[in-house]
């Protein structure tokens, strides 16, 4: 369960196995202060901050050497188109986001390579 956000909505959203193990060893190594998984390095009795997060997303695009600026709100673009390809109902990516409104959902699919070839594919079949 994901707390807060936008409008202070909780969340439901599926965690992988491999994520899930990633974070219990994680865990294991810092045993952070509770109740937070990532605690503020200033104040461990504090979430990491927003602007904390940015600066490792900038750490990480510098690393890798991408041209394409990315943000927690790219991420969540990502995590939407990610599950339509793989034929996730547009209702359940709607839930996962927390929108009310299907069409604010929309705003974060994009028609990729993948998902037109899935539209192909389905003419194909149809004919």
Do not use: D, F, G, P
């Given at each position: 369960?994901?707390?807060g956000g936008k409008g202070q909505k909780d969340r439901h959203v599926p965690l992988p196995r491999a994520t899930l193990e990633a974070l219990e060893a994680y865990w294991y190594l810092k045993r952070p202060p509770r109740p937070w998984l990532f605690p503020s390095p200033v104040d461990p009795a504090q979430p990491i901050s927003p602007g904390a997060i940015r600066k490792c997303?900038?750490?990480?695009?510098?690393?890798?050497?991408?041209?394409?600026?990315?943000?927690?709100?790219?991420?969540?673009?990502?995590?939407?188109?990610h599950l339509l390809e793989k034929g996730v109902d547009l209702r359940v990516i709607q839930g996962l986001l927390g929108h009310r409104s299907l069409r604010a959902t929309f705003v974060y699919l994009q028609l990729t390579p993948g998902i037109l070839q899935a539209v192909h594919a389905c003419v194909d079949d149809l004919t």
């Open positions: 369960m994901v707390r997303l900038r750490k990480v695009r510098a690393e890798l050497a991408m041209t394409k600026t990315i943000s927690c709100h790219t991420l969540r673009h990502s995590y939407a188109t």
